[in-house]
């Protein structure tokens, strides 16, 4: 069957340090992954993509890498600060589940100060 | 701009009773979609529209309908709400065309709460 696994215990850890936070995936043709911030009681809000031929991506503070072969993404935030806390979400788009995007549970992230 | 607006924040139904939630967008996207979020389960989609007049199911769309009224406007309906409908309800919007596999960036609204006892 095809699943989209995000660790769904929070991930804790101190202002500064970077903080990686993993989607696996199987069973899936990918076209491209996508990350999502949700802050509480709010709607999911877009961060990056990550297409299928591309190995990495950056955008300011946040990393995402995307291993057809181990068939992972890691996203990364470095210089994490409390104000990156929050669930994020992974979301993938693939050949092989109809004109979906289907998602991940999403990994809630707490950084201390 | 507003964005991606969902009507209303907060329903509490009985079990049997009908409503509809509403959503509009102003980014003049062509495609809208409903998902609901359940603790542990993540985002669910319901429902899609990829063009103003057409409709088609997601993973989960028993026990609810759509319409896609204009190309602002998806609107959700449960025509006899059950206590597993209990749930959160997201609307989102992206400028994908039909039928094609683009970049879908989703633009979500602020979701309802909904409660069914």
Redesign the interface.
Known sequence: SQKIEQNSEALNIQEGKTATLTCNYTNYSPAYLQWYRQDPGRGPVFLLLIRENEKEKRKERLKVTFDTTLKQSLFHITASQPADSATYLCALRSYNAGNMLTFGGGTRLMVKP | NAG?TQTPKFQVLKTGQSMTLQCAQDMNHNSMYW?RQDP??????IY?S?SEGTT?K??VPNGYNVSRLNKREFSLRLESAAPSQTSVY?C?SSALAG?R?G?????????TRLTVL
Do not use: K, S
Request: charged share 15%; hydrophobic share 35%.
């Open positions: 991606v998902y542990g389960m993540g985002l669910r989609l899609y990829a088609d997601g993973e997201f989102a039928g596999v970049t879908d960036t989703q633009y979500f609204g602020p979701g």
